[in-house]
């Protein structure tokens, strides 16, 4: 028996061969297509053109294109799109290894480029698997918020699927046509010659339709271990892989999922008890105002039933949040008609996005708030007592919690 992955025979698998290779291409080729659709739309969500504070990849150059700014209806949108990301991310992750398994044999053909044409497949096969390991392990990852790998996971994500996609989208270019021949031949007992079918194979111990059927089987496992993250009460509790899924934080009005706590925001109860406390808003030629959570109370309150989702996939239902109207904060500040942009600040002290911008469509939109209450409660300290930003479809990261500072005006 050969003992080197170089040598033909030492890949003995019975399963191995285009048939096999080319069902779960099909399969990636149209998941790894929504996957790198819905990322773009991701990335639009952040609204990256609007102010540096919310672009975390100020190099892209020409990959960073934008085609829209994010709107704010339907108000689950963001919910749906990272839903959708994430989940299927998670789903394909059987299919991407049985597919990696079925050619791992290319990997080590020799001579490594007998032409030109030759050796542009082999480089792209290459960024192929190296790009889509990178992308589903930091996708994983940061699904797990463990950020073991250097740098921001934004970064290297949005470099990283532009390498993954362009080497995908060369591949595809030429392996589609071998692909749909393979399975028009579906009923054929006998495959046509191919370098992935073993030289001399070993005994089989299972179909390769019982292959798919076990691979299928791990996906829909994954599947229902992680799509409950979208949801709340027992359903959440299906999420076993995820780190928002169990039982939710807790009773009562604010029992609901949070990403960061005060206590790791460094937010103390010194700096926003009722006394300490205020909001700075800043607008038009600098008019100033500060205004006390008593001040806020006194303007007009208005509720707005929205949820809040996050970049990781998980998400809750509409909670029901009251507070003050963007928009009527803008024109407190000299902005009353068409209010402009806001860049909004924190108290918090480190972590990403303690200063993130909203663009004008998002502050006029009458269900845009500055809460003070979710579910008929106070804002727990969790959730950003003593103030918060609530914007429909909005990622999570931008819906700031425990409010310092508001800055309306072009960015």
Known sequence: MARSPFSPSFWRSPLRGPWLTSVLGVVLLGG??????????????????LAPVNDKTPDKGVLGFYLFSWPTD???????????????????????LAKLWSVVPRLFTLPPARSLAHALERISLLLLVGGALFEFVTGVLNIQLDYIFPGSFYTLHFYGAWVFFAAFVAHVA?????????????REEKEEENDLVAADPAEPTVS?????????????????????????????RTALLAPHGGAEPGSGPGAFQINKTAEYAGIRDAETNEEAWRLVVVGRDGRTVRLSRTDL????????ALPIACVEGWSTSDQWWRGVRLRDLAALVGHAGDPPDVLVESLQRRGAFRRAALRANQVADSRSLLALFVNGEDLTPDHGYPARIIVPAAPGVLNTKWVARMTFGDL
């Open 32 to 49: 790894i297509t929504v996957l790198f659709v819905t990322g773009l739309v991701s990335y639009a969500a952040y609204n990256p053109n």
């Open 74 to 96: 339907p108000h689950w949108l963001y919910r749906l799109n990272q839903g959708v990301h994430v989940t299927l991310g998670i789903t394909l992750i059987p299919v991407l």
């Open 174 to 186: 030429l392996k589609t046509p071998m692909a749909w021949r393979n399975l028009r031949r579906l």
């Open 208 to 236: 390769r339709r019982g292959a798919l059927w076990f691979v299928g089987g791990g996906s829909l496992l994954l599947f229902l271990t992680t799509v409950g993250q979208n949801f709340d009460g027992a359903l959440r």
């Open 297 to 304: 109370l006194e303007l007009p309150l208005h509720s707005a």
